[in-house]
């Protein structure tokens, strides 16, 4: 027995015991805090790696996660994609499980593979939370208008817009705390932060060239121009995630730091203050049929489109619900750096953002749309009216960026 055995607690177990401890692991960063802080539990996991993974992602991750993590996991183990549309649907694929061509690699190799994996894991977890904890204090921070009385409507291509800036309104909401995030909250940032990972790892395995003996050139050229958050199509809360980590990157944002640490995918993240919050995690919510009145259920986390933030704006910057779509072709860019692609029904309703009853589709409309339109700076109206101008001399929708996918 090592001098490490005899001080570890662990070592006193029987070797079965172990095993249970470590796939009874709550969640992966656990799992990986375990076998960092324990040499016997680590010695544990490296001999039953991918069984232990297994059990424990299977029981603590969502299913659509489950798939990016395969994935990253896959690409450890020099299994890439056979093409970039693979890549592309990575979240739709059926690998939810460890698969044979996983269990065909040496037993070092598998667990070297799995170890950095949870290290990732956890980083993924900082991050995750350190974004959750920013936005949390941000939404808190707005002092949205409540509308007293409309204004006339202007002329011109934004004359719909008039009758918010011409409105009468008191400043007088102060958003309430909602508490720590919720299940789907906390998974939906894990999530667009792990959508990151793979292709900010995918993209380094193609500079390397360790794509070229399967990829055409123009996929590879095409994977290394496309930008992070455009490779999935749940654009706004990859983008929400996205303009975390450069804003972290850039310095603009403090109370974390990111450092390379010669790490795939996403750098290195700390919290610089002291101590660092605590990151605890959420317990998933089950509700009755009809009764997630909140949109706080398991169910939701892949329900992007069924979003309520997500539907309200949609509706209110393009369906003219009784003739007026009060924020007529306004982008939801504005109201990621709030995280209201991220917010459950409660957390909207308690900052003020939605109201009336919540089992109704879009709330008490038009008094939420002023709300929304409160927090929009005088640069960013500004802006929207200049592109306005631009759509309406050219006669077309904004412009958009070309396709990255279109070679296909």
């Known amino acids: 027995m090592t001098a490490d055995t005899v001080r570890d ?4 177990l029987p070797e079965e015991l172990r095993i249970q401890i470590t796939k009874l692991s709550p969640d992966p960063w656990s799992l990986w805090s375990l076998t960092y802080a324990s040499p ?6 490296d001999r039953y790696p991918l069984e232990i993974l297994e059990v424990v992602l299977d029981a603590a991750v969502p299913r659509t996660t ?4 395969y994935a990253v996991l896959k690409m450890r183990l020099q299994c890439f994609p056979a093409s970039l549309a693979e890549a592309k649907e990575v979240v739709i694929a059926e690998v939810t499980e460890v698969t044979d061509d996983m269990r065909s690699f040496t037993l070092d190799r598998a667990a070297a593979a799995v170890r950095s994996l ?6 993924v977890h900082t991050w995750s939370h350190a974004c959750l904890e920013h936005l949390i204090q941000k939404s808190l921070e707005m002092r949205p208008s409540t509308i007293i009385e409309q204004g006339r409507r202007g002329s011109g291509s934004y004359g719909l817009w008039c009758i918010f800036e011409n409105a009468e309104s008191r400043k007088d909401y102060v958003p309430q705390y909602t508490g720590p995030p919720s299940w789907v909250e906390e998974q939906r940032v894990i999530q ?3 959508r990151m990972q793979f292709v900010l790892e995918l993209q380094d395995v193609g500079n390397k060239g360790c794509l070229s003996s399967h990829w055409s050139r123009q996929e590879t050229n095409a994977l290394s121009n496309i930008s992070v958050d455009r490779f999935f199509d749940r654009c706004q809360q990859t983008f929400t995630a996205h303009d975390f980590l450069s804003a972290v990157t850039s310095g603009d944002i403090t109370s974390v730091e990111a450092f390379d640490d010669n790490t795939r995918g996403l750098p290195m993240i700390r919290w610089t203050q002291v101590p660092a919050p605590r990151c605890s995690c959420a317990q998933p919510l089950f509700f009755e049929p009809k009764q997630d009145f909140f949109q706080q259920g398991v169910e939701q986390l892949d329900n992007y489109h069924g979003q309520k933030a997500i539907r309200m704006h949609n509706h209110m910057s393009s369906m003219p619900l009784d003739g007026i779509p009060y924020l007529f072709n306004i982008p939801f860019d504005p109201f990621r750096k709030f995280g209201f692609a991220i917010w459950d029904g409660k957390r909207m309703t308690d900052l003020g953002m ?6 109704s589709k879009l709330g008490n409309y038009p008094f939420d749309s002023f709300r929304w339109w409160s927090l929009l700076t005088e640069e960013e109206i500004c802006l929207f009216k200049e592109l306005e101008r631009t759509r309406k001399i050219l006669e077309c929708e904004i412009p958009h960026e070309e396709d990255e996918w279109e070679f296909w």
Not at 9 to 12: D, I, K, L, N, Y
């Open 9 to 12: 607690a662990f070592g006193r």
């Open 40 to 45: 016997v539990m680590g010695g544990v996991l």
């Open 66 to 69: 489950r798939r990016l993590i």
């Open 118 to 123: 949870l290290a990732t894991a956890e980083n």
């Open 192 to 194: 667009a932060f792990w």
């Open 354 to 359: 939605q109201s009336g009853n919540p089992k």
